[in-house]
């Protein structure tokens, strides 16, 4: 069994988290330059097994989709293109930057831990992970 990777796409940082290899527990793994995200998850790719991906689909509030999508469909066509064996499955991502800071203030960070806008990143990963975790 491979792992699961999810990804929280940014203009500048991309969060990042990944499954075990059971895929039963999420842990977030890093944030990334966005620039830098294909040479990363290639990277990460040919070191790991990852069976699929999980990418964060911002929707509005009446379901449609967000102004930031038009930026993360050349991504996903870019990804599909540089790593075509690995599938990619989106989920709605709504709430998981407040639900991040949310968590952070319940694990006692301090404020100026909870303005590093990477962790945020990379613990809203960890949510859109988990929230697939828990569907599937």
């Known amino acids: 069994m491979g792992r699961i990777l999810a990804i929280d796409f940014g203009q500048k940082r991309t969060g990042i988290?990944?499954?075990?290899e059971l895929q039963i527990i999420?842990?977030?793994?890093t944030t990334v330059a966005t620039e830098q995200l294909i040479p990363f998850l290639k990277?990460?790719?040919s070191?790991?097994?990852?069976?699929?991906?999980i990418v964060g689909k911002p929707k509005q509030m009446n379901n449609s989709d967000s102004e930031s999508e038009v930026f993360i469909k050349p991504f996903l066509e870019k990804l599909s293109k540089e790593i075509p064996t690995i599938p990619v499955q989106r989920i709605d991502e709504r709430f998981t930057s407040k639900m991040a800071v949310q968590s952070m203030i319940a694990g006692g960070l301090k404020k100026k831990q909870r303005s590093n806008k990477a962790l945020?990143?990379?613990?809203s990963a960890t949510i859109i992970l988990q929230s697939y975790l828990y569907s599937s």
């Open 17 to 20: 988290a990944v499954t075990d």
């Open 26 to 29: 999420a842990s977030g793994l």
């Open 43 to 45: 990277d990460y790719c």
């Open 47 to 53: 070191k790991e097994k990852v069976e699929l991906f």
């Open 120 to 123: 945020v990143d990379e613990i």
